[in-house]
């Protein structure tokens, strides 16, 4: 027992002259890259909305114009496949009469289409035509890229440069030489598109349209070791 006392109180000695290990020194940084591009693309937001005395009737009178818009679209060069039905609905419609009681005027339907376009110059004839064709409510025309990988990579190149940057004016500010890097952590690519919208388009037709520019933007955290 008393050997065994001494080689414990020897280990409790040894490990009390240890120096403390202090945890490695790090430093993260957060870099942004951000790459303008011209947009290659549009996308429409067009649809139609019509009230009639019966819900059947208004839903046939806003298919019959959608119809029509889409039998020309198809015309201008328009794919089936960049012409999508975003939202269908039909609703009662309410008024006030004379007695102050709340009646059922009208059944009001609407029809949303989503329109890629993918001809930039033709981008102006196409909107007089969709307005002449019957649609009567423009709630939205975004640009973007048909392939957006490549901006979107040289975003993250950026932002990764830009984190190297930071770091290493970090350092030399610090006094501390820049260690090797322990960890990326990718923020993610967020587009920024242009966008206007309206809502009485009668009195748009003829007017100029302008893409702009598309901005993609990226963002990385990076841990680098200092003192290495």
């Not at 790090?26 to 819900?55: C, F, H, K």
């Not at 029809?111 to 981008?123: F, I, K, Q, S, T």
Request: a negative charge.
């Amino acid at each position: 027992m008393r050997t065994h006392a001494r080689i414990l109180s020897l280990c409790l000695a040894l490990g009390a002259a240890l120096p403390a290990l202090a945890d490695p020194a790090t430093l993260t940084v957060t870099g942004q890259g951000r790459i303008a591009a011209t947009p290659d693309m549009a996308t429409v937001s067009l649809g139609v909305e019509y009230t009639a005395a019966e819900p059947l009737l208004a839903v046939n009178q806003t298919s019959e114009a959608v119809d029509a818009i889409m039998a020309k679209l198809t015309e201008m060069g328009i794919a089936p496949r960049d012409m999508q039905t975003a939202n269908l609905s039909v609703g009662e419609v309410w008024n006030r009469t004379a007695s102050g009681d709340n009646e059922v005027s009208g059944y009001r339907a609407s029809n949303l289409l989503r329109v890629r376009v993918r001809d930039l110059d033709g981008l102006g004839e196409i909107l007089q035509t969709v307005l002449e064709s019957g649609a009567n409510d423009l709630s939205g025309l975004s640009f973007g890229l048909t392939d957006p990988r490549p901006v979107e990579d040289k975003a993250r190149r950026a932002a990764v440069a830009d984190a190297l940057a930071k770091a290493q004016l970090y350092a030399e500010a610090a006094g501390m030489p820049l260690g090797p890097i322990l960890s990326i952590e990718e923020g993610g690519s967020l587009p920024e598109f242009r966008y206007t919208s309206a809502r009485s388009v009668e009195a748009m037709a003829d007017v100029p349209v302008a893409a702009g520019e598309t901005v993609v933007s990226d963002s990385v955290t990076v841990v680098f070791s200092l003192g290495e």
